[in-house]
């Protein structure tokens, strides 16, 4: 038990010190090259904070534990949106241009739309077994494809603008090339290797308190697998990069359905087991209520921070309320 509260917090100081050599070196790459921040968030940084769920995803479809395979990826797009956007907004209030609104976070509740039609099948069409198939992981990685085109061919139509934006700067106070890539891949190994260390030590100390394995794979696992983002979002915005916590967020929530959760399927048909209606429509609510609060003004302020973490307060008290629907 000592054990694992001690790798816990081994854990959490790799993943904030990793999160923390990614982004600077993310950020020195994009202006580099030009590129803006917001898409590097939405790329290298989404993609590589998200590896601890694509390895926990991948490993639990392997093993035939589908339903943990889903509640990980569900669990983690409400607790990036909800929880890591909220604690983000606190810190600093995260501006989204008119172009993220329209182009970009209606990527978050599509994705959940797919999911949760993907998921539901059963109850909206003939099948009789409530799963993601094989075709509609295909389907979402064909979609992913689609997400990653756009993405680029953004970066390619603002590349021009960031290289003007960053004549002025001098060039002499960055770091050299080796050292920002060295940077991105030193963070990115911290990330995923803390973020193994501290879900295990977390899932048995869970075990330990008699907590339901379920409950862990919606709860703990989850908000474990996302604490990469979560810390490189926090950094992000304490360097006032908010395009960048933005970003990464937004990446995030599209790579966990459409490749971690479509590769998962592909792997091995996911029946939703445990996972219920009220997750499903806790992540499309979460997903609407992010886009929604994006349009209004865009920005997050702190108050809207405020509520989305407490909506995500309210979901986990219904969980663990209802814990035993999950034994």
């Known amino acids: 038990m000592i054990l694992d509260f001690v790798l816990f917090v081994v854990g959490l100081c790799l993943i904030i010190k990793g999160a923390d050599w990614l982004t600077d070196g993310a950020s020195d790459v994009a202006r580099s090259f030009g590129i803006s921040t917001l898409v590097i968030g939405m790329t290298i940084v989404a993609v590589g904070s998200s590896m601890p769920e694509f390895v926990v995803s991948a490993c639990s479809a392997v093993r035939g534990n589908t339903d943990m395979a889903i509640g990980n990826v569900v669990g983690s797009n409400i607790f990036n949106i909800l929880s890591i956007i909220g604690v983000t907004a606190l810190i600093a209030p995260i501006t989204a241009s008119h172009g993220n609104v329209r182009n970009d976070v209606p990527f978050v509740v599509l994705s959940s739309l797919v999911v949760a039609v993907a998921a539901l099948d059963s109850y909206i069409g003939d099948s009789d077994v409530c799963e993601i198939s094989r075709s509609e992981g295909l389907l979402m990685l064909c979609l992913f494809i689609v997400y990653l085109s756009y993405t680029f061919a953004i970066a390619k139509d603002n590349k021009n603008d960031g290289l003007r934006e960053n004549d002025g700067q001098d060039n002499t106070e960055r770091r050299a090339m080796w050292k920002s890539v060295l940077f991105i891949i030193v963070g990115l190994g911290m990330l995923i290797v803390g973020g193994d260390v501290l879900v295990d030590s977390a899932s048995n100390i869970a075990h330990s308190m008699n907590v339901s394995q ?95 973490i407490f909506v995500q307060v309210v979901y986990y008290i219904d969980l663990l309320i209802n814990a035993k629907n999950f034994n």
């Open 214 to 308: 379920s409950v862990i794979a919606i709860t703990i696992v989850s908000a474990g697998t996302s604490l990469p983002e979560l810390a490189a979002s926090v950094m992000a915005a304490r360097k006032g990069d908010t395009d960048m916590a933005l970003g990464n967020i937004v990446g995030s929530v599209v790579f966990n359905v459409f490749f971690i959760l479509g590769t998962s399927a592909v792997i091995n048909p996911l029946n939703i087991g445990n996972i219920t209606v009220v997750d499903l429509l806790t992540l499309i609510f979460a997903s609407v209520l992010f886009w929604a609060f994006t349009r209004t003004q865009f920005k997050i302020n702190k108050w809207e921070g405020l509520v989305l």
